[in-house]
């Protein structure tokens, strides 16, 4: 599924804005890296908040889903609503995105898993994060978070 960050080239939006919720997973002394499914790219996990649903339990929901992990601490990095950031769906139905970030700790005893909508899931340092291929629409959180200092970031 491509996504798009500050890309002259992207499709317009033709669908509501989505809200989701994404996650940095520390764990082991790194960071929790996925390598998505449907393109290949690195990534963080998260997904969409369903209605209904608030926050901590799509966050919740989301981890669970994706990494088999469960929240132990969470930090709010911060809350991504750049128009620029866009992602394209199989059906076709393309969606601006504002994601609600978080710094996860999860709860020990428990190791991640992949689920279907992953390749692969690794740990990687910091250093490494910095230099990865990421997935567009996770760029400007990988940012936030590699520069993250406490402060919550809105943009």
Not at 14 to 20: F, K, L, S
Not at 139 to 151: E, Q, V
Request: proline share 6%.
């Amino acid at each position: 599924m491509p996504s798009y960050y500050r890309d002259q080239d992207a499709p317009l939006p033709n669908r509501p804005r989505n809200v989701g919720v994404c996650f940095i997973v520390e764990i082991d002394g790194g960071v929790l890296i996925d390598t998505r499914e449907d393109d290949g790219s690195q990534a963080f996990t998260g997904g969409t908040l369903e209605e209904g649903e608030s926050v901590h339990e799509a966050l919740a929901r989301e981890l669970s889903e994706e990494t088999g992990l469960e929240i132990g601490d969470m930090t709010l990095l911060g809350v991504f609503s750049d128009p620029s950031r866009l992602v394209a769906y199989r059906d076709g139905a393309v969606h601006r995105l504002l994601s609600l970030a978080f710094v996860v700790t999860p709860k020990p005893g428990t190791r991640p898993r992949a689920s279907d909508e992953s390749l692969e899931l690794r740990i990687v340092s910091r250093a490494e994060l910095r230099d990865l291929a990421f997935w567009p629409a996770h760029r400007p959180i990988r940012d936030a978070y590699l520069a993250f200092d406490g402060d919550v970031f809105v943009a």
